[in-house]
């Protein structure tokens, strides 16, 4: 990836069950059956204390995974296209998606993914057993983030979110996007039951992790458990920009 190798520092900060964030720096590679032609590393997952697993993946000219991911009867999953352009298909249903495309898939039906770029495609990959809810049903679900108009976050000008899937109960997560302009910062600190797996997309900022302030950037991931602490502040010139996961629409059992 290009990073200067490092033996005496990392970013990275791990709290099994409670936070993680995982620097790019540090990330190894993983072979995930059926990517072919990929390099993967795996990120939240049920081993730090998540209910779901997150995959940064890089697609070599060629790559592919024609034989098919998720597709259990339980298992939903979603993919969100970082750089580059590839065919991601919902079963028979084929969708071309460019950067801020995503496709999400219910659960019993497969997701198939194929690199459409010369160079390399890079995702944001995710799979969670679905918590159904009587005579409800989620659907496929395909769009381009950046076709979402951003609306102000609890009421501030300065803090920005879009939702990437329907909030109907059908839905037992939902991904959404969140920007802060430079010097925006949440409105408080947030305590709650539901975890994050968030990716940065663009910026630098300070992140409150279990009330430890906590510098992040462009290329971090985060995991942040049930009920952690958590909240950000922009620094710097670039809006602090990430894709974040949350359940919802449950209670818990
Ligand atoms: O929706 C959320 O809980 C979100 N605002 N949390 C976060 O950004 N850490
Ligand atoms: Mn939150």
Known sequence: ?????????????????????????????????GFENCTMSILGSPQLGATFVDYIVTMHEGGKNTQGYCGQADVECFVYVLSGKVKA?????????????????PPGVTMYLENME??????FLYKQKHKPLEGKKPWVVSGHSNDIEYRDYDDMSNVHIKDLLPMD????????????DPAASHPFIETHYQQHGAYLLSGEGMY????????????????????????????????LTYVYSKDCNRDPE
């Open 1 to 33: 990836m290009g990073y200067p190798k490092d033996l005496l520092s990392s970013r990275s900060i791990i709290k099994h069950g409670l936070y993680a964030l995982i620097a790019p720096e540090g990330l190894v590679n993983n072979v995930i059956p």
């Open 89 to 105: 298909k919902a079963d028979d249903q084929e969708f071309i998606l460019g950067e801020s495309g995503y496709l999400f898939c």
């Open 118 to 123: 010369a160079g390399d495609s890079r995702l």
């Open 169 to 180: 109960l059908d839905f037992d997560m939902n991904f959404h996007i969140l920007s802060f």
């Open 208 to 239: 409150n992790l279990d009330n430890e302030w906590i510098p992040v950037k462009k290329g971090d991931y985060i995991f942040m458990g049930p009920y952690v602490h958590q909240a950000a502040y922009a620094v710097g010139r670039e809006p």
